[in-house]
């Protein structure tokens, strides 16, 4: 048996901002691992799963309790699973627990969606707490150069739509009258031009274009950025592309308007990075680069404790993009959300497509759920913060925790957990709270709150 939660981030304006076109091909081949914890575990959407029960085709991982999976809207295929009825007399304590947070909308009986004004009366948060671009914003960037190490952890062997990596590096003229790469420890100084690098599509590519930008002008390096990697411009249903730091700081987007001020902090700021990262959607995510791919990183100090710690980010699948961070958890803090959650749990619901109205959730879903919210909350509110350090993505576009339970039978279909407008066009509301596809579920993150070696 397996109970799981989940937690979905939002796109839409700020940080988060991945359209869907990217998120679709960032997501793309999410029907081997969702397949396999449906046929296997029946649990939730695109990700690993854990069983002693390994079938053809499938890929058996075992769930260590506190482990989280991260990642993006899958793109799988109808289930061929049948309906089943709801069992009866499931007991709670011989079920395992997860918890998905996601950043993601659905399309074959998706998990509900939380209504947008809820989420943003609820879940306030200080710009100091969510965004890493905010929680650095009294200071440049952290320096990655480009070395070739630093680069093996951005680049791909296969070019990655929608992202994109750029080298910068400033000039001085030197006595020859040559254009000429200041050293690292002088690149804040003054500069007669900067050179960009590109590696479009993340691509680790023998060919590389470089160009120069000769002025401090964050509007002349757009120029340069948008016509060298073909970017395109922010559109009624495509998010406007981001640039960011190698840590995952957002510097700077297309449609930032900038005075003096705020143009030379964000020169200073892409030349005091190096290594930047660009994201066509705005949103931010760890670059998969290869299966079996490590990166530690250094989470924000806890909210109760004032403890940092690190974290290692490994990458389970290129297509879909699945990341997986062991420890992330507490084994009380798993306890805990299982209690919390305990009292509400009941049967799921599901958001209908037009081409299902009618048809009884027992139909995909037979899993029992319950959202529970972080307000007032020291426990949810810390691990909260934490996920959006992890993500780089702040508090204000999560939605509420859902604890998901799965007892013996129960499962839910392959689905996606974004919403595809092309199948709820008979339901205003689900349109107008995504914007027609533009804001939508971007990515889930997902807590297993017990070990599960089998069901």
């Known amino acids: 048996t397996a109970v799981g939660g989940h937690h979905q981030v939002r796109s839409g304006y700020g940080v988060l901002d991945l359209d869907n076109q990217t998120e679709l091909d960032l997501a793309r081949g999410a029907r081997h691992f969702e397949s396999h914890w449906r ?205 960011f730091s190698a840590m995952g700081d957002r510097i700077v987007g297309e449609r930032d308007k900038l005075n003096n001020e705020m143009n030379d902090r964000t020169m200073s700021s892409l030349v005091s990075s190096e290594l930047l990262v660009i994201a066509e959607g705005g949103n931010w995510i760890w670059p998969g680069v290869s299966e079996g791919f490590r990166r530690e990183i250094e989470l924000a100090p806890s909210t109760i404790t004032g403890n940092s710690k690190n974290v290692t980010i490994e990458t389970l699948s290129m297509k879909p993009l699945v990341l997986s961070i062991s420890g992330f958890l507490a084994d009380e803090e798993c306890d805990y959300i299982m209690e919390k959650a305990a009292p509400t749990m009941k049967y799921s619901g599901v958001s209908l497509k037009d081409a299902d109205k009618g048809r009884p959730a027992s139909d995909w879903r037979t899993s029992q759920s319950t959202f529970v919210a972080a307000m007032g909350d020291p426990i949810l509110r810390d691990i909260e913060l934490r996920t959006a350090s992890l993500t780089r993505v702040p508090v204000t576009h999560q939605e509420f925790v859902q604890v998901l339970r799965y007892g013996v039978t129960e499962k839910y279909d392959a689905h996606h957990d974004f919403f595809d407008p092309s199948s709820y066009r008979s339901d205003p509301g689900t349109l107008q709270l995504i914007e027609n596809g533009k804001k939508n579920r971007y990515a889930t993150v997902f807590w297993y709150l017990t070990d599960v070696a089998r069901g």
Request: with cysteine; aromatic share 4%.
């Open 39 to 243: 046929t296997v575990s029946h649990c939730n959407c695109n990700m690993a799963a854990s069983s002693s029960k390994k079938k053809a085709g499938t890929k058996v991982t075992k769930v260590k309790k506190g482990a989280v999976s991260y990642y993006g809207a899958g793109d799988t295929p109808p289930s061929n699973s049948k309906p089943n009825d709801r069992p009866a007399g499931v007991h709670f304590a011989t079920a395992s627990f997860a918890v998905l947070l996601c950043f993601a909308c659905g399309v074959l009986s998706p998990p509900l969606l939380h209504l947008r004004d809820e989420l943003l009366s609820s879940q306030s948060v200080s710009a100091a707490s969510g965004s890493s671009s905010d929680r650095h914003s009294l200071s440049l960037p952290q320096h990655v150069p480009c070395t070739k190490a630093n680069l093996d952890s951005f680049l791909h062997s296969a070019p990655v739509k929608g992202l994109h990596v750029v080298c910068v590096e400033s000039l001085q003229v030197d006595d020859d009258g040559n254009e000429v790469p200041l050293a690292a420890e002088r690149r804040l100084e003054t500069r007669s031009s900067i050179r960009l690098t590109f590696y479009k599509g993340a691509h680790a590519a023998r060919l590389k274009r470089r160009v120069n930008v000769k002025s401090n002008s964050w509007e002349d390096v757009k120029v340069k950025l948008v016509t060298g990697l073909s970017l395109m411009p922010e559109t009624p249903i495509l998010q406007p592309w981001a640039l």
